[in-house]
C-alpha cells in the first residue's frame, strides 16, 4: 500500500536531474596541475562569455592545466598558453 513518496527514490530522482552523463562538474580554479579536462559551460555576462570564448574557452574545449597557486590557474588552451585568475577560473565550469 503506497501512503506518499519514498523520500529515497524523490532523492535519487533529483540526482538524476542534475548529473549530464559527463563526469563529475568542477570550475577550473579547482582542477589539479597536470590534468586536462574539458569545457562544459562559462557563467557570467555576455561580455565575459565572449571574452573567455575569444580565448578558447567554448563548450567541450579542451584544456590542459600547466600549473595553479591558490586559484590562479596557467592553462593550454587550443594550441596557447596562458594565465587567468581564479575569478575568471570559476566562472568556467568543467567535466
Given at each position: ?37 574539458r ?12 571574452h ?31 594565465g ?12
Open positions: 500500500m503506497l501512503t506518499g513518496s519514498n523520500p529515497a527514490s524523490r532523492a535519487g530522482a533529483r540526482v538524476e536531474a542534475t548529473t549530464t552523463g559527463k563526469g563529475a562538474q568542477l570550475p577550473l580554479a579547482m582542477v589539479s596541475e597536470g590534468e586536462t579536462i569545457v562544459l559551460k562559462v557563467r557570467g555576462g555576455a561580455t565575459l562569455r565572449q573567455l570564448s575569444e580565448m578558447g574557452f567554448v563548450e567541450g574545449a579542451e584544456v590542459k592545466v600547466v600549473s595553479r597557486v591558490n586559484g590562479d590557474v596557467v592553462v593550454s588552451v587550443k594550441g596557447s598558453t596562458f587567468i585568475g581564479r575569478d575568471m577560473a570559476m566562472r568556467i565550469v568543467t567535466y
